[in-house]
């Protein structure tokens, strides 16, 4: 993990160097849940949570390729979690996000359109599990069956709209396509799930 954010960065820069990136902030809520399978180890089946309201935010930068196509990427902070609909408890989770989209932007009107897609990698920055009862750090031993996985990793869509001032207004959804569960056993898992709106200003490229 550590060596593919070295080398994102190190892209980054290089690309800013050379002045050849668009690069940018992004914000904007999050809407997340979770679907799991056997959530406490005992055959409980399927089941998707109630949604939770959180914050995605963070620095974007699209790297030319082609005429209208480029890769976008950046880091991002990605609030998930949810709230269990059998329960009161309730999981707030914190990501720090990586992105690699495949982007096309093609101009419509007096701007652009924004269609992009790819996959992520993340890594969990923290989370707390709340009355279950107390509260227990998702990512340590104290969360017992519940512990998570720090690693996640699935797939993005984007879908925004880009003026020439620079403001950005997009669509986002993230889909987990790993078992983010610690243990496993019995058929165990957990997959995060999330769409948001955003709001964002890109300098400089074309």
Not at 133 to 154: I, S
Not at 187 to 194: A, I, P
Request: aromatic residues 12%; glycine residues 14%; without cysteine.
């Amino acid at each position: 993990m550590k060596k593919v954010l070295l080398s994102v960065v190190a892209l980054l820069i290089a690309s800013l160097s050379f002045g050849q990136a668009k690069w940018g902030i992004v914000a904007g809520p999050q809407f997340s849940s979770v679907t799991v399978k056997n959530l406490l180890g005992s055959g409980s089946g399927k089941e998707t949570s109630k949604l939770i309201t959180n914050v995605r935010a963070g620095i974007t930068v699209d790297i030319p390729l082609a005429d209208e196509f480029y890769i976008g990427t950046g880091l991002l902070y990605s609030g998930k979690g949810a709230k269990f609909k059998n329960s009161n408890t309730k999981l707030s989770l914190s990501y720090l996000e990586l992105p690699i989209n495949f982007m096309f932007k093609p101009e419509v009107g007096s701007g652009r359109l924004v269609l992009a897609a790819g996959p992520y990698i993340a890594y969990g920055l923290g989370g707390k599990y709340k009355d279950i009862p107390g509260e227990a750090k998702a990512f340590d031993d104290e969360a017992g069956l519940m512990k998570l996985k720090r690693f996640d990793a699935g797939a993005n869509i984007n879908i925004g709209y880009e003026l020439p001032q620079g403001l950005y207004f997009g669509l986002n959804t993230d889909l987990g396509l790993i078992n983010a569960f610690d243990n496993t056993s019995n058929s165990r898992s957990f997959k995060n799930t999330s769409f948001g709106v955003s709001v964002g200003y890109k300098f400089g490229g074309k």
